[in-house]
T-cell receptor
Framework: DAGVIQSPRHEVTEMGQEVTLRCKPI?????LFWYRQTMMRGLELLIY????????DSGMPEDRFSAKMPNASFSTLKIQPSEPRDSAVYFC????????????FGPGTRLTVT | AQSVTQLGSHVSVSEGALVLLRCNYS??????LFWYVQYPNQGLQLLLK??????LVKGINGFEAEFKKSETSFHLTKPSAHMSDAAEYFC??????????FGTGTRLLVSP
């Protein structure tokens, strides 16, 4: 298996622009997680899905952030409009059956908002 | 809510020395506990996990961790550090058996 795939690997955008991050989980995994990592706040869980349904989005910082999972093999995290404080590395992870099982992380998308 | 505390944001050791990274957990139920490692510019990968079987858990790359309920600890150890062990290490606890709560991470520095 190719593992969790994220695109793009790097994104540089100007403040106010829309940003879309993409994730393809490992085939057969029922859970998908979006995390954000910064020096100041560490690793934060933004939202997670079970069988394509959002279960907990309490970590989403504000309404500018939205996430979708239209099918079992694809998820997006959208920021609109983007702000400099959104600069971070965003990770997608997938898991076979939830938190008691190993989460497999993608390589991350490094977002820079200028 | 479950939580983990990692003591020390940075730990420095010499190559060949013992590695000890500390993690204490808070959980209202018997926990599932994990250690993940993150190498530069990469995602996290699982080192080992405790799921209420043996209290001493062996992981990849010679790492192991011992679950101590009386001390609410799950410290990570390796008898002899290697230069390639330099990375950031995260302790995590399962919450509700659906998601993980991660600690703030400990950066391990290994000097020759």
């Amino acid at each position: 298996d190719a593992g969790v795939i994220q695109s793009p690997r790097h994104e540089v955008t100007e403040m106010g622009q829309e940003v879309t991050l993409r994730c393809k989980p490992i085939s057969g995994h029922d859970y998908l997680f979006w995390y954000r990592q910064t020096m100041m706040r560490g690793l934060e869980l933004l939202i997670y899905f079970n069988n394509n349904v959002p279960i907990d989005d309490s970590g989403m910082p504000e309404d500018r952030f939205s996430a979708k999972m239209p099918n079992a093999s694809f998820s997006t995290l959208k920021i609109q409009p983007s702000e400099p404080r959104d600069s971070a590395v965003y990770f997608c992870a997938s898991s076979l059956e939830g938190g008691a099982y190993e989460q497999y992380f993608g390589p991350g998308t490094r977002l820079t908002v200028t | 809510a479950q939580s983990v505390t990692q003591l020390g944001s940075h730990v420095s050791v010499s190559e060949g020395a013992l590695v000890l990274l500390r993690c204490n957990y808070s959980s209202s139920v018997p926990p599932y506990l994990f250690w993940y490692v993150q190498y530069p510019n990469q995602g996290l990968q699982l080192l080992l996990k405790y799921t209420s079987a043996a209290t001493l858990v062996k992981g990849i790359n010679g790492f192991e961790a011992e679950f101590k309920k009386s001390e609410t600890s799950f410290h990570l150890t390796k008898p002899s550090a290697h230069m390639s062990d330099a990375a950031e290490y995260f302790c995590a606890v399962s919450e509700g058996f659906q998601k993980l709560v991660f600690g703030t991470g400990t950066r391990l520095l290994v000097s020759p």
